[in-house]
């Protein structure tokens, strides 16, 4: 069983700043304007513990769902159409958008006609262009990739995990971060590993 609210102690210990939750009407009126019900654990997330980070913890709100495509997109087009990016995308190296089977995907994306991300929302920002995305519509729904600081090269699924057991490595990756700056300062003792609450058991 998920515990959020000792998650939520232990993040408030940790100094990773994140935001209220969003309520259920807002998730709801998001999944009637794109027809398309978001994955399960990633809406659990959202509306009882924290819909996104504040400044140092690069954590998306539901709001900044499009904050990683490089197009303009509406949520009516990008997000009812299904994802064609799959794990087996990778393999197509420097040929991944063609691969897609779009005709002309490369003029069409260069002219907003249309973005290799449809189907999919933007959940974390790595940094330098690069970002997590979360498939919320095709096959692979549930699936997370990461793609971005260099646009040829292809996306990179990572292993099958869901959105929590995501999140929790995510939230300890900027914890890990900020620790070690402190203790660069201070001498303080190693950084425990707090987010581990979503891990299969």
């Known amino acids: 069983m998920i ?7 232990d993040v408030d210990r940790s100094g990773v700043f994140l935001r209220a939750p969003t309520t259920e009407a807002s998730v709801s009126a998001f999944e009637l304007q794109c027809g398309q019900e978001l994955p399960k654990d990633y809406r659990k997330f959202i509306t009882e513990f924290a819909d996104g980070g504040r400044a140092g913890c690069s954590l998306m709100r539901l709001d900044d769902w499009d904050l990683g495509y490089y197009s303009p997109v509406s949520i009516s ?24 089977g779009v005709e002309d995907a490369i003029t069409k994306w260069d002219s907003n006609q249309w973005d290799p991300l449809y189907g999919t929302i933007t959940i974390g920002e790595i940094g330098c262009g ?15 990739f990461r793609w971005g600081d260099t646009p040829n090269a292809p996306p990179h699924f990572l292993p099958e995990i869901g959105y929590l057991e995501w999140v929790s490595e995510f939230l300890e990756e900027r914890f890990r971060v900020r620790r070690d700056q402190e203790r660069r300062i201070s001498g303080d003792e190693k950084p425990r590993k707090f987010f581990k609450l979503f891990k299969k058991k």
């Open 77 to 100: 087009t990008a997000i009812k159409s299904p994802c064609l990016i799959t794990p087996d995308t990778e393999s197509e190296g420097g040929d991944w958008l063609e691969a897609l």
């Open 3 to 9: 515990d959020l609210l000792q998650l939520k102690a």
């Open 130 to 144: 690069a970002f997590f995305y979360l498939i919320v519509n095709g096959p692979f729904q549930g699936r997370i």
